[in-house]
């Protein structure tokens, strides 16, 4: 989704060690499948199904049921580590899993990356409305579907 090319190894590998130094702070364990499936996930900035992650996991740990990715899921979820994309039914990695901070997701339906934005301004006017209507927060995601940069540059240049 951006205009500028990443080194997609580095942005995993700077995934990872995120994860690792925070479930050290938080005295919790990244177990060898919970860090294989955040390995998984971050293999691309595309939400990725959990059937599709048990698939990759089976040949690794044949004991491997839905059960043990939906646990490892859930593990990594409630340490912010990624995010699902409820439309989707998918998982996607967290690129600010550092800081406590509300999801903003950019969903491309051509190229299906998925690009996070923090969108201060918008989530507080979010707020601002939520609170005027007396409606208590347990939860805020914002999923908008729509056509990344790349993707309209690619069309308009090959029109």
Known sequence: ???????????????????????????????????????????????????????????????AKPATVYRALDFLMSQGLIHKVESLNAYVGCNCSDRQHEQLLLICDQCHEIEERAAFEVMHALSSEIKKAGFAISYKSIEIHGTCAGCTSSHNHSA
């Open 1 to 63: 989704m951006s205009n500028f090319p990443h080194d997609h190894k580095k942005c995993i590998a700077d995934a990872i060690n995120m994860a690792e130094r925070l479930c050290i702070n938080r005295s919790v364990k990244l177990t060898p499948i919970r860090r294989k499936v955040l390995e998984l996930i971050w293999e691309s900035h595309k939400a990725v199904k959990a059937y599709d992650l048990l698939d990759h996991i089976k040949p690794l740990n044949y004991s």
